[in-house]
Each structure stands twice: as C-alpha cells, then as structure tokens.
C-alpha cells in the first residue's frame, strides 16, 4: 500500500519530442506528489508537484496530469531537450503524520541531439 | 540561500569497518531527511528527524544504524559495522514542514559509499 510504481525504467526520446513518464498509487491517503529531477552526481531536485484536488498542473514546459479514480499519475516534457537527459523520480506522500516520501524506482531519460 | 551541505562526498571502507556521514541543513528547516538510495532505485528514508526528535525511524536498521541530530541543527549517520549490501548514496534532505510549497524538500549532493 505504501508503493510507488513508476514506468517505464528507461526512455529515449528525439530532440523536440514529448517524453512521457507514469506513475500509480495505491494509498488513497496520499495527498501530496512531486516529481524530482536528478543529474548525475548530484541530489534530487523538486521539478514540479500536485496536489489531488486539480487533474493537470503545467509549469513551462513540464506538466503533470492526476487521474484521482485510476490512482495515477504522469509527468509530461514537452518539446524535450538534451539537457532534460537526468533520472526521474516521482513520489507521494500525506499530508497528516511525518510528511514522509515514498518515491517510485526512478527512469532514466536520455534525449538525442 | 545555501543548499544542505554534505560531507565527504565519496567514502570507500573495508566491511565491518565503521564510517560517519555528516549533513548541515537548510537554516532554519526543522525537519531533516536521511535516505538511501541504491543504485537504479529511488530513494529510500531511513530516518527523519523534527528538530532534535525522532519521527520516522522505521526503516533505519537499527543493530548497524544509527544516527542523531543534537541541537536540531546539523546531523550525523553513522554505519557500524558496515556491509557489502550499504553501498550506495546516502542523502540528506531537509525541509521547513507544513503545508503547500513547504511540503518541498530539499536535497544535498549525497554521500557515495562503497563497502568493498
């Protein structure tokens, strides 16, 4: 109940092109998802984030979509470029108790020049 | 505003050694985050810290782990006796806790351990 599965593992995507990463939940009580981007050598760093109570959040070029009845998510990057090449994690997490992440396995984006 | 700041960066120890991680926080974030995270996994908390009290500790394998936060500034974790399964990175995180855009947490660069 406390996983996050995310897909896919991997995903190569053409310049320009829109890279699309899901993620589902089962805890109902999660109230709370960012998605996190990391570069290699470096700790994750908050990429943009929704709370339940919207269906789709945009921030440039990076939107994310919930779907409260499905109990999943997604992180869309539009018109993706080479220096979007990083791993991305989304997470969830509630907003009573500890306040605590569970994140998903992560995928790993590569975007050609 | 500096970042969470980590030290060392890289740390190579036979197993059964010991070894100390240490992280200075965001100032003034009371809550403060250690994580795992094993290669091509996400990360996983092993212990979190409201101020200079425990939280959250139930992932923290408490007969080799354990870690502290005096003052409820600056933390350390320390591993002892180390295991080949502990490689990995250790990050800290920290954030201000509450609600909205203070849910955020923020991360340091992580501590690269390998246990040979």
């Known amino acids: 109940q406390q996983q996050v599965k995310q897909s896919p593992q991997s995903l190569i995507v053409q310049k320009g092109g829109i890279s699309i990463i899901n993620c589902a939940y089962e805890?109902?009580?999660?109230?709370?998802f960012p998605w996190y981007q990391q570069f290699p050598g470096k700790g994750p760093a908050l990429l943009i984030a929704?709370?339940?109570?919207?269906s789709e959040k945009k921030e440039g070029r990076f939107t994310i979509s919930f779907n409260k009845s499905a109990k999943q998510f997604s992180l869309h990057i539009m018109d993706s470029q080479p220096g979007d090449s990083a791993t991305y994690f989304c997470a969830a997490s509630m907003k009573s108790g500890t306040y605590k992440y569970i994140f998903g396995t992560g995928t790993r984006l590569k975007v050609l020049a | 505003e500096a970042g969470v700041a980590q030290s060392p960066r890289y740390k190579i120890i036979e197993k059964r050694q010991s070894v100390a991680f240490w992280c200075n926080p965001i100032s003034g974030h009371a809550t403060l985050y250690w994580y795992q995270q094993i290669l091509g996994q996400g990360p996983k908390l092993l212990i979190q810290?409201?101020?200079?009290?425990?939280?959250?500790d139930s992932q923290l394998p408490k007969d080799r782990f354990s870690a502290e936060r005096l003052k409820g500034v600056d933390s350390t974790l320390k591993i002892q006796p180390a295991k080949l399964e502990d490689s990995a990175v250790y990050l800290c995180?920290?954030?201000?806790?509450?609600?909205?855009?203070?849910?955020?947490?923020?991360f340091g660069p992580g501590t690269r351990l390998t246990v040979l």
């Open positions: 929704i709370r339940p109570d919207v």
């Open positions: 810290f409201q101020n200079n009290g425990v939280v959250d």
């Open positions: 995180a920290s954030s201000s806790l509450g609600t909205g855009a203070k849910d955020e947490q923020f």
């Open positions: 805890n109902t009580a999660f109230d709370y």
